[in-house]
């Protein structure tokens, strides 16, 4: 029943900047943490950015570390991911997805700690 849709993927040049949006229904994530994930073509599903439920917490894959923020707004029940001085290489369709267990102590990098995906919006950056 759960359903998550991204928003805001596009064309940027590179060294642009895109800020993508996910919203939830038919879950109130409040106590979830929440992550982004990316796959290019011929790539596997790859792990960028992970917040915790309350938002104290941030996790991100050494690629996009210090050019991408995940921040949160519970009462919105949405996540979203701001990118900064983008690259060729972000080039990929970005998924939102929730962890399966609330209150994580740990931050889930692994796509099976996941259970409930978006279907994923384009992102291409040109050089």
């Known amino acids: 029943q759960v359903q998550l849709v991204e928003s805001g993927g596009g064309l940027v040049q590179a060294g642009g900047s895109l800020s993508l949006s996910c919203a939830a229904s038919g879950r109130i994530l409040s106590s979830y943490g929440m992550g982004w994930f990316r796959q290019a073509p011929g790539k596997e599903r790859e792990f960028v950015a992970n917040?915790?439920?309350?938002?104290?917490?941030?996790d991100y894959a050494d690629s996009v570390k210090g050019r991408f923020t995940v921040s949160r707004d519970n009462p919105k029940n949405s996540i979203y991911l701001q990118m900064n001085n983008l690259k060729p290489e972000d080039t990929a369709v970005y998924y939102c997805?929730?962890?399966?267990?609330?209150?994580?102590?740990?931050?889930?990098?692994?796509?099976?700690?996941?259970?409930?995906w978006g279907r994923g919006t384009q992102v291409t950056v040109s050089s």
């Open positions: 997805a929730a962890e399966s267990l609330q209150h994580k102590l740990i931050p889930g990098r692994r796509a099976d700690e996941y259970d409930a």
């Open positions: 917040i915790n439920w309350r938002g104290s917490s941030r």
